[in-house]
């Protein structure tokens, strides 16, 4: 069983930066592929980036050229660093975990097993 929590999340005005944070327990995150979604009110959890076991990494259109996922195995922690952030980014953002393979599901919420509990990021104007 993994346990996920996220951290780092806030308000912050338009154009500024936040760093998200996924500590993960129960199990070394090493094996697994590590994705942050995100879900805005009355709208469906969108997938926002992923990083394999490998270090591949996909990235939603939206957030290319703005956001940056990265691992440190040794914590077992997954980072989202966000830069020049507009307010359509307000969002709660979830870190998932899946022990799975396969790039090409890495965006469906499915194909995850573990979910954190959410950190919320408002974006003012």
């Known amino acids: 069983q993994v346990q996920l929590v996220e951290s780092g999340g806030g308000l912050v005005q338009a154009g500024g930066s936040l760093r998200l944070s996924c500590a993960a327990s129960?199990?070394?995150?090493?094996?697994?592929?590590m994705a942050w979604f995100r879900q805005a009110p009355g709208k469906e959890r969108d997938f926002v980036a992923a990083?394999?076991?490998?270090?591949?990494?996909s990235y939603a259109d939206s957030v290319k050229g703005r956001f940056t996922i990265s691992r440190d195995n040794a914590k077992n922690t997954v980072y989202l660093q966000m830069n020049s952030l507009k307010p359509e980014d307000t969002a709660v953002y979830y870190c998932?975990?899946?022990?799975?393979?396969?790039?090409?599901?890495?965006?469906?919420?499915?194909?995850?097993?573990?979910w954190g509990q959410g950190t919320q990021v408002t974006v003012s104007s």
């Open positions: 998932a975990a899946t022990a799975y393979s396969g790039s090409g599901y890495w965006a469906r919420t499915d194909f995850y097993n573990y």
């Open positions: 129960g199990r070394t995150l090493s094996n697994y592929v």
């Open positions: 990083i394999s076991r490998y270090g591949g990494i």
